[in-house]
């Protein structure tokens, strides 16, 4: 509580409250100017809500303040019953009302705001009963609220009407959203204005260039014939980037084309795996297993852990449902379960010295059962995780396959390809090294030709700048460049045309390259495929002969584990006993140690109270709580003069401003008479001083 207090002192001494408040003025405050805070608080959530409170009635004030507070969705803690007391302490004045509605306004006072000022237009009018008398305002009233459940021309008309009113709606929520969207994109006009400017700028530079060049191609003699040759030029360009295009799209066609062949190949090699596989005694079998297991889990397994998880919910329904327990509660429902368990022990003791045989023979068929199911429990679950194994492991082999097919688009290999594809790698590295010497040495050649490209670089510049020379001066600047540019066009022309046909025939020549791979292929794995039908029969053989020998392990393991488990039952028993003997070792030592606490205590007490000596008595707790009570008293007695001097603070200031004016205003008549002394006989004097003699002492 007082955290909520020092958040709301701290809230309202900000902007825009200004308050001023510490936590003792702020909790001194009396009901009529809680509610005047809360008002300024609703206020400037609010600004409609700008009302003094002693000008306006409290039923009045309730009404307004609750139904704010439910237009901005407060709601106050408990249940429909605490409302009535909510609306009274809000009439009232009441710090736990209050307190938590100003804690909740001020967490949360943009967002309020927000919606207050969405309240304004999204919430449908409620026209006031008195306005209702009037007839039109009436009709008009019904249309909207009727909508379209009339079927008269009336009923239509409001039916428009209400439609126009929601599509209003709808339409500022809209514009809303749109102009909440712009405050939050980071967009701002000034930003915007900036950049148009600077776009505006680029523009005037662009028009200027282009005027420039134009000026400077005018001059130039077949200017035109030259643009049309420049046109060309980007045509081609643009043509050549298109056909880029078409090759790269062709060769992603292709690369898609040969992962497909591989997964179609996969699939084959899976269905024909399946295919020699697929007996109609296996597939049966297969079937049966896949069946009784799925009627186990169904019938068996499911409902018994559905019926757990039942009682377990209405165990712990139970134990919610149930009020809160207190130590002494606890310490009843140890000793029930303390006394059930002793009777439980009692009835097992009566039974083991019946030793009846009938029922020890059941007890050998009873845990065989047990074990069995449990077993098959156990079986089932390990069935059910290794299912859920298998097909992670199939959907982990499936995405490394795809990823590997996607790294180097091929498969992953097994065995002997992998040591043939080692020998290539082994042979490809030795060619490897031969081809590294030659491209250092083409390196080493390259390094001097870039040198020599330089130098005649700057021998062709210089060149090329007398010659521009001797061109100004005949007069035909430009001719050697319009040539230069001439031959450059002509010859990239023929490099494409020429690239063109090669790419055409590299793509014949690399579909009849696959179709052979494919061809080889096919036939490499012809004996593979032989050989493996060769090997499942001998695995099937096997699988038979495992079985079998499985069973008779099953068998054996049976009996010895039915064995082990009686002895297994008879040591747990023991075990139970032992802890329970623990159990109740330990909780009597610590009620013994409890009790010897409080035994101390309530000796040490009655020593320091029997005692003659002081100090021993100031020591106990009865002069404690003796000491607690007068401070208490002391407290309500200095609060009730508070109160007293609260109440006659006003009337005793005003009373003593009264006594000072009084003085003014004697001091005031005592100096005018000073000065008519003069004037004035000595008679007159005596009878002004009685005069003022008897006027004080009436007063006084």
């Not at 409001?158 to 969207?181: A, N, P, V, W």
């Not at 046909?501 to 794995?525: C, F, H, I, P």
């Not at 032992?578 to 009655?606: F, G, P, W």
């Not at 007293?644 to 603070?649: G, Q």
Request: glycine share 4%; with cysteine; aromatic share 6%.
């Amino acid at each position: 509580m007082s955290d909520q207090i020092k958040f709301i002192v701290e809230k309202l001494n900000k902007e825009p409250f200004k308050k001023n408040y510490n936590l003792i003025t702020f909790d001194s405050l009396e009901p009529m100017q809680l509610l005047q805070v809360l008002n300024d608080v609703l206020a400037e959530i609010d600004p409609k809500q700008v009302v003094d409170i002693r000008e306006e009635m409290p039923d009045q004030t309730a009404k307004r303040m609750l139904s704010l507070l439910g237009i901005l969705k407060y709601k106050p803690p408990g249940n429909a019953t605490d409302m009535s007391t909510f609306r009274q302490g809000l009439v009232i004045g009441s710090k736990p009302v209050i307190h938590p509605v100003l804690h909740w306004l001020l967490q949360r006072t943009n967002e309020l705001k927000k919606r207050a000022y969405l309240a304004r237009f999204l919430i449908k009018l409620e026209v006031p009963a008195e306005f209702l008398q009037d007839e039109t305002v009436a009709d008009t009233n019904k249309q909207i609220s009727l909508g379209y459940h009339g079927r008269s021309g009336k009923g239509v008309r409001s039916g428009i009407r209400r439609d126009q009113y929601e599509e209003l709606m709808e339409g500022f929520k809209t514009l809303h959203k749109e102009c909440e969207q712009l405050k939050t994109s980071g967009f701002s006009t000034a930003e915007i204005r900036r950049d148009i400017s600077a776009m505006e700028e680029e523009k005037d530079q662009l028009i200027k260039r282009v005027e420039r060049l134009k000026k400077r191609v005018e001059t130039v003699q077949n200017h035109q014939r030259m643009l049309k040759i420049a046109r060309q030029l980007r045509v081609e360009k643009e043509r050549e980037e298109f056909l880029a295009q078409q090759k790269q799209e062709q060769k992603n066609q292709l690369f898609h084309a040969v992962q497909r062949l591989q997964r179609v190949q996969n699939q084959l090699k899976s269905m024909r795996h399946a295919a020699a596989d697929a007996k109609p005694e296996s597939l049966m079998k297969r079937l049966e297993e896949e069946i009784k297991f799925n009627s186990y889990m169904v019938s068996e397994k499911f409902p018994k852990e559905l019926d757990n998880k039942k009682k377990e919910m209405h165990f712990l329904q139970k134990v919610v449902s149930e009020p809160a327990m207190g130590h002494s509660d606890l310490l009843e429902l140890e000793a029930k379960i303390n006394e059930v368990n002793t009777q439980i022990n009692q009835l097992i003791e009566k039974k083991m010295m019946r030793n009846e045989p009938i029922e020890g023979k059941l007890s050998l068929y009873r845990q065989q059962a047990s074990i069995i199911s449990r077993k098959k429990e156990a079986k089932a679950e390990e069935l059910q995780e290794a299912k859920e194994k298998l097909s992670n492991l199939e959907r982990e082999v499936s995405m490394k396959a795809t990823q590997t097919r996607e790294f180097d688009g091929t498969e992953v290999l097994k065995g002997d390809e992998f040591k043939r594809y080692v020998s290539k790698l082994r042979s490809k590295s030795t060619v490897f090294k031969k081809k590294h010497q030659i491209i250092a040495e083409f390196k080493a050649e390259f390094g001097l030709l870039q040198r020599t490209e330089e130098l005649l670089k700057q021998r062709h510049e210089n060149i090329q700048h007398q010659l521009q020379t001797v061109e100004d001066k005949k007069g035909i600047s430009g001719y050697s460049y319009t040539q230069e540019e001439l031959e450059r066009v002509s010859a990239l022309k023929s490099e494409v045309d020429e690239v063109k046909g090669r790419t055409l025939d590299g793509m014949s020549e690399m579909v009849k390259k696959l179709n052979s791979l494919v061809a080889e292929k096919k036939s490499a794995l012809a004996p593979i495929i032989k050989e493996l039908r060769q090997l499942r029969q001998k695995c099937q053989e096997l699988t038979q002969e495992c079985e079998e020998k499985k069973t008779q392990y099953d068998s054996c393991a049976a009996g010895l584990e039915s064995n082990r488990s009686k002895l297994e039952q008879e040591v747990r028993g023991l075990r139970e006993e032992c802890l329970q003997e623990e159990s109740r070792y330990h909780y009597t030592n610590c009620m013994i140690k409890n009790l010897e606490v409080q035994l101390r205590r309530a000796t040490d007490e009655m020593k320091a109270y029997v005692s003659s000596d002081q100090q021993e008595k100031r020591k106990a707790i009865r002069q404690y709580t003796k000491n607690i009570a007068e401070q208490e008293n002391l407290g309500k007695k200095l609060r009730e003069k508070q109160k007293t001097v609260r109440e006659s603070h006003g009337p005793n200031m005003k009373q003593a401003k009264m006594w000072r004016d009084f003085e003014q205003l004697m001091e005031c008549k005592k100096q005018c008479f000073l000065k008519q002394q003069s004037q004035t006989s000595i008679g007159q004097r005596n009878l002004l001083r009685t005069f003022l003699s008897c006027f004080e002492e009436t007063f006084i």
